[in-house]
């Protein structure tokens, strides 16, 4: 709105009046705050921060995922639990330092918004091959080749051609994104098959 437009031409030479006038009108204008709410809060593909958190809410998917244990190196006899799952090998473990660090991870903003958009989807889906594709490229589809592929035996699978991240791997298994129809079985596959080790082993259906 032109604020100009609105002062009779008698006061618009005097550069006092003119000036009130327009801290007034930018003192009340909400248009501004209207802007700012619109791309921070409401509208998902800007969102940031608080925003987002709001629409993680709305579609129900939390920022913070939990990783895997990393596993650290040692024998299967200095395992507290006496098995092997949290024991690893030279390039699969980390030495332990004496801090528990926490399995938390927080996900960016960027990276939380493709989450968003993923569920969002999952929430309306129809459970097709074509629907269930959609949401595995909304969310790696940057990082290598993923299809959902139909085993025409009352069960699919999601492929991924990528070695996966730690925080892949959380998205993957515990975000609860990835929907499978009521009734049928899903398994998850991995290309090359090594790279993912066995700290989600049981949450594989």
């Known amino acids: 709105m032109d604020i100009y437009d609105t002062i009779?031409?008698?006061?618009?030479?005097?550069?006092?009046?003119?000036a009130i006038i327009e801290s007034f009108s930018q003192?009340?204008?909400p248009e501004a705050f209207l802007n700012l709410w619109y791309d921070q809060v409401w509208n998902p593909a800007t969102a940031t921060g608080w925003g987002l958190d709001v629409w993680g809410r709305i579609v129900?998917?939390?920022?913070?995922l939990q990783l895997a244990a990393p596993g650290y190196i040692g024998f299967q006899e200095a395992s507290?639990?006496?098995?092997?799952?949290?024991?690893?090998?030279?390039?699969?473990?980390?030495?332990f330092n004496g801090q528990a660090?926490?399995?938390?991870?927080?996900?960016?903003d960027d990276a939380y918004r493709r989450l968003i958009f993923a569920k969002a989807a999952a929430n309306i889906t129809d459970g097709s091959?074509?629907?269930?594709?959609?949401?595995v490229m909304t969310l790696f589809g940057d990082k290598g080749r993923c299809y959902v592929a139909d085993n025409l035996d009352m069960s699919l699978t999601y492929s991924f051609g990528f070695e996966p991240t730690s925080v892949d791997l959380a998205i993957i298994?515990?975000?609860g994104v990835l929907p499978c129809p009521a009734g049928v079985r899903y398994q998850?596959?991995?290309?090359?098959?090594?790279?993912v080790d066995n700290d989600f082993a049981g949450d594989i259906s």
């Open 8 to 18: 009779l031409s008698q006061y618009s030479n005097s550069p006092r009046l003119c």
């Open 27 to 29: 003192a009340v204008d």
């Open 60 to 64: 129900g998917v939390g920022r913070v």
């Open 80 to 95: 507290s639990s006496g098995t092997s799952d949290a024991v690893r090998n030279f390039g699969t473990g980390v030495w």
């Open 101 to 108: 660090a926490t399995s938390n991870y927080a996900l960016t």
């Open 129 to 135: 091959v074509t629907s269930l594709n959609a949401i």
């Open 173 to 175: 298994y515990r975000s």
């Open 188 to 195: 998850y596959a991995f290309v090359p098959a090594e790279v």
